[in-house]
């Protein structure tokens, strides 16, 4: 369990240098030499626990979103679920855009998508049998990931044309499409079994 926590802490100070160092400089134009030099860890350390800054990015994506998001249940909470999101949004916005600029839309979705599909595939999974129905399992797959790319999509979109979005309308209209097409599309399949 100390091995553990110290890992953690560790991993939890990287990731605190690399948001400081996001702040100044592009993520294409930061070295694991400033990230350890910032938080006083040696070389070996970081490739102990990462195997390079952009393994550090998503690990720290993830610790600050997806590890939170899976605690919600997504057919109850997804009002919560999604405010969560774009607050997160909100309060880290350079370092979404420091990460897009580097990386580029796809890439930025191919970042989101692993995660974000695990988690929609486990929700279309609940809803399967709170309906007590059965679809195959590539329907179920391709609902997962029809829902994640538009979700990615959405999200990048939202940090990158902030300023232009209607943060209520986002959150009305994607609701409005998760609780209702999603139900009726797995019942729709259902009926052709």
């Known amino acids: 369990m100390k091995h553990t926590t110290a890992g953690m802490n560790t991993k939890k ?3 605190a240098s690399l948001k400081k160092l ?3 400089k592009r993520l294409s134009k930061i070295t694991v030499s400033e990230i350890i030099a910032d938080c006083g860890v040696n070389r070996k350390t970081f490739y102990y626990h990462f195997e390079d800054i952009y393994a550090l990015l998503k690990w720290t994506l993830e610790q600050e979103t997806v590890e939170v998001l899976k605690n919600f249940d997504l057919l109850i909470n997804s009002e919560e679920a999604l ?3 774009l607050d997160y949004v909100d309060n880290n916005l350079h370092l979404l855009n420091c990460a897009y600029d580097s990386m580029g ?3 930025m979705k191919r970042f989101f998508h692993a995660d974000f599909y695990d ?3 486990h929700t279309v999974e609940r809803l399967e049998a709170e309906q007590g129905i059965t679809v195959p399992e590539d329907f179920k797959r391709y609902l997962a990931a029809f829902y994640t790319e538009a979700l990615a999509g959405m ?10 979005c209607n943060r209520d309308e986002l959150v009305r209209y ?5 609780q209702n097409s999603l139900p009726n599309a797995l019942a729709a399949e259902a009926q052709k079994q």
């Open 13 to 15: 100070a990287l990731s």
């Open 22 to 24: 996001m702040g100044r």
């Open 83 to 85: 405010l969560f999101v």
């Open 105 to 107: 839309r796809d890439e």
């Open 119 to 121: 988690i929609l595939l």
């Open 155 to 164: 999200l990048i979109d939202y940090f990158q044309h902030k300023d232009k």
């Open 174 to 178: 994607t609701l409005l499409i998760l």
